[in-house]
């Protein structure tokens, strides 16, 4: 299993109403950059991905799974660009903010503080249970 980190603008998408969409999930269409869509093509099912609201709040606020494949984004017509689907499946007991993660020595190799502006980015595990940690979770 592998670890990502999906990024969205609350007042677009938000974690509520990804929870609102249930086991079903939600098309994570729209992303136009190489590198994110290249991230969701190598994500596999069950891959677990934190959920970080931009713009407002910036903070991760959830935990989801990749729950569909990488297939072709529904927005367009343009054969470039995939997408993944993605569940929620429980939030953060304490959203852990962009401040306190730029803050903790441990995570300065993280992507959300080397690659800000990548919208799917991979975690690696030792970053995953650090940020449940600080989140309040034990585990992921």
């Known amino acids: 299993m592998a670890y990502w980190l999906m990024k969205s603008e609350p007042n677009k998408f938000s974690w509520d109403q990804l929870i609102a969409k249930g086991e079903a999930g939600e098309e994570w269409d729209g992303v136009r950059n190489y590198l994110a869509r290249n991230n ?14 931009s713009n407002i709040g910036l903070e991760v606020v ?3 799974e990749v729950c569909a494949l990488s297939h072709p984004d529904s927005t367009t017509d343009d054969p470039r660009w995939d997408c993944v689907d993605i569940r929620a499946v429980k939030p953060l007991p304490q959203p852990v903010s962009l401040k306190e993660i730029k803050a903790t020595p441990d995570l300065s190799d993280m992507s959300l503080v080397t690659s800000m502006r990548l919208s799917v980015q991979p975690v690696k595990p030792e970053e995953w249970a650090l940020v449940c940690r ?3 979770l034990e585990q992921g």
């Open 40 to 53: 969701m093509r190598e994500m596999a099912l069950g891959d677990q991905v934190f959920f970080y609201h």
């Open 134 to 136: 600080m989140g309040g």
């Open 62 to 64: 959830g935990i989801a």
